[in-house]
């Protein structure tokens, strides 16, 4: 069964980083694209970041860009997002999900909360 | 940005009646290749998405086919022939022939 796992989260201060972290199996992780979104009541679902297989390219939504970096380490088959610099309106579930293409985002993680506080 | 428009934002169902929710994208979602890359998704409660349809129409495995999905170029539709009560939930539209962007979601209850 293709899974995504994530980890990292919670509440944090403005101003502070988090580390989220999602762990895959069932698939070949370093054949796929991966991707972050997140999820407000606001704004609904927004792409963040994506990195493509080998990490070679990678984008990012203008908003987090120079803050937010996207990793992934192939060999763990582990994809990151290390947020700095947080600001209260990254407050969301993130969602980390896999890219067959043109982000068409066919498995997903089961989300984590982050939290920012002022 | 493609500014991706669904309507209705709420749609009250009877189980067992048809629903259809439509999205439009403020331009073509048809990338250089050919392809529309205009995928449904599905989010029940507490869940995450769920991707339902790719490339438009085409259901992903273990979708039921009483939902499906036609369009083209700006305009699209995904279809319940038979809404059952696991169908409730939020259902997404989304383009990824550009920067990928989703639409506002639209809240089937029964």
């Known amino acids: 069964e293709m899974q995504l796992v994530q980890s990292g989260g919670g509440l944090v201060q403005s101003g502070g980083s988090l580390r989220l972290s999602c762990v895959a199996s069932g698939f070949t992780f370093s054949d796929y694209w991966m991707a972050w979104v997140r999820q407000t009541p606001e704004k609904g679902l927004e792409f963040v970041t994506n990195?493509?297989?080998?990490?070679?390219?990678?984008s990012y939504v203008d908003s987090v860009k120079g803050r937010f970096t996207v990793s992934r380490d192939n060999a763990k088959n582990s994809l990151y997002l290390q947020m700095n610099n947080l600001r209260v309106e990254d407050t969301a579930v993130y969602y980390c999900?896999?890219?067959?293409?043109?982000?068409?985002?066919?498995?997903w993680g089961q989300g984590t909360m982050v939290t920012v506080s002022s | 940005d493609v500014v991706m428009t669904q309507t209705p934002l709420s749609l009250p169902v009877t189980l067992g009646q048809p629903a259809s929710i439509s999205c439009r994208s403020s331009r073509s979602v048809v990338y250089s290749d050919g392809n529309t890359y205009l995928y449904w998704f599905h989010q029940r409660p507490g869940q995450s998405p769920r991707r339902l349809i790719y490339k438009v129409s085409n259901r992903d495995s273990g979708v039921p086919d009483r939902f499906s999905g036609s369009g083209s170029d700006t305009d699209f539709t995904l279809r319940i022939s038979r809404v059952e009560a696991e169908d409730i939930g939020i259902y997404y539209c989304?383009?990824?022939?550009?920067?990928?962007?989703f639409g506002q979601g639209t809240k089937v209850e029964i």
């Open positions: 989304l383009q990824g022939a550009n920067w990928p962007t």
């Open positions: 999900a896999r890219d067959p293409g043109f982000a068409g985002y066919d498995v």
């Open positions: 990195i493509k297989e080998d990490a070679s390219y990678k």
